[in-house]
């Protein structure tokens, strides 16, 4: 039995070491908000934050996570830059299919906790590895941006 820390709560979980994250938040805790993409870490539609840093859950064990702190879709918009990117992405209308989008607001937000005012291509180069086969690349700029100076 292993506790974690998931949105500022402990929870026990009873999975191998090797089991990734993502199917302990989908499977084992029930919180689908984190999606399943391609399971090899290139789209980030499963991205989440670990000690707020954008990783992949797909690829992050849960033996790995040690004592960090996870935090996901489903509890990202209790901190102060979740809740301007989530504001953000409504106020702009960032999203058509959805389905990437959990992974680039948690991608979009770690970027904001790390570069408050960040540039086009600070922009460009965090949010690169995720994809949106939507091609809503130009309204997630203007969302992070709108965040930003919120």
Do not use: F
């Amino acid at each position: 039995m292993k506790t974690i820390t998931v949105n500022g709560r402990d929870v026990q979980v009873d999975v191998p070491d090797d089991m990734p994250l993502l199917w302990v938040l989908r499977d084992i805790l029930g919180m689908t908000g984190t999606k399943y993409g391609c399971g090899i870490a290139q789209c980030g539609a499963c991205t989440v934050h670990v000690d707020g840093d954008a990783v992949r859950a797909c690829q992050t064990t849960i033996g790995a996570l040690g004592n960090s702190k996870v935090t996901t879709i489903e509890g990202v918009g209790e901190t102060p830059n979740g809740k301007k990117v989530q504001s953000a992405w409504l106020g702009k209308e960032v999203v058509q299919c959805g389905y990437c989008q959990s992974g680039q607001i948690m991608s979009a937000t770690a970027l904001l906790d790390h570069i408050p005012h960040p540039t086009d291509a600070d922009i460009d180069d965090a949010m690169s590895g995720n994809l949106c086969r939507c091609g809503t690349y130009g309204r997630i700029r203007e969302a992070i941006h709108a965040a930003a100076t919120a």
